[in-house]
């Protein structure tokens, strides 16, 4: 396993524009998470999920914003009709269901044009 | 009032400073801290974990804990150039207390040079 993986690692899109981004967490995390983090700041917590199941979703998260984890592994997130305002670093992370830090995988970037 | 206060920097020492990095928060309920180092462009990678107050040393980086305070340090001894990269802290109420949700600190950017 080698760890957290992110695809795409960066996105051009257009305003208006839906993006589905896919995370691949490490088989054995029961954890999964999402946080979007913008130029200078830390990350932000979107929603996580325990196994498939999706147990909180931020207020950042508004309508346009939907995520997934079928069958408890890879997960999505999916963003509808894009504005400039989700330009942003797109993070997943995966932990043990015991808790311990998170690892992180590299991001997706998105550029909303 | 943000929930974690944290120096962005820039910070720029010389090579084979002892770099102090920290954060103050405000959330009473956080049992769990964390530092993490993230490069350019990457996500971020976990460096230190502690539980409660106390000290935590991992080679060249010592983590310190102060509960009462509400404060937190990560130490570097001996400086390198390829610590350059911005230091993030974070912090969580736990498994029972939100789920293991972490809360970033802006992060401080470190420089260190030759």
């Known amino acids: 396993d080698t760890g957290v993986s992110q695809n795409p690692r960066h996105k051009i899109t257009k305003r208006g524009q839906n993006v589905t981004f896919r995370c691949d967490p490490i088989s054995e995390h029961n954890r999964l998470y999402w946080y979007r983090q913008t130029l200078g700041q830390g990350p932000e917590f979107l929603t996580y999920f325990q196994n498939e199941a999706q147990l909180e979703k931020s207020r950042l998260l508004s309508d346009r914003f939907s995520a997934e984890r079928p069958k408890g592994s890879f997960s999505t997130l999916e963003i509808q009709r894009t504005e400039q305002g989700d330009s942003a670093m797109y993070l997943c992370?995966?932990?043990?269901?015991?808790?311990?830090?998170?690892?992180f995988g590299s991001g997706t970037r998105l550029t909303v044009v | 009032q943000k929930e974690v206060e944290q120096d962005p920097g820039p910070l720029s020492v010389p090579e084979g400073a002892i770099v102090s990095l920290n954060c103050t928060y405000s959330?009473?309920?956080?049992?769990?801290f964390m530092w993490y180092r993230q490069y350019s462009r990457k996500g971020p990678e976990l460096l230190m974990y502690t539980y409660s107050s106390g000290n935590k040393e991992d080679g060249r980086f010592t983590a310190q804990v102060d509960k009462s305070s509400k404060y937190i340090s990560l130490f570097i001894r001996d400086s390198q150039p390829s610590d350059s990269a911005t230091y993030l802290c974070a912090m969580s109420a736990g498994l029972t207390g939100g789920g293991n949700k972490l809360t970033f600190g802006t992060g401080t950017q470190l420089k260190v040079e030759l």
């Open positions: 959330n009473s309920a956080f049992q769990y």
């Open positions: 992370a995966s932990s043990f269901l015991t808790g311990g830090g998170y690892t």
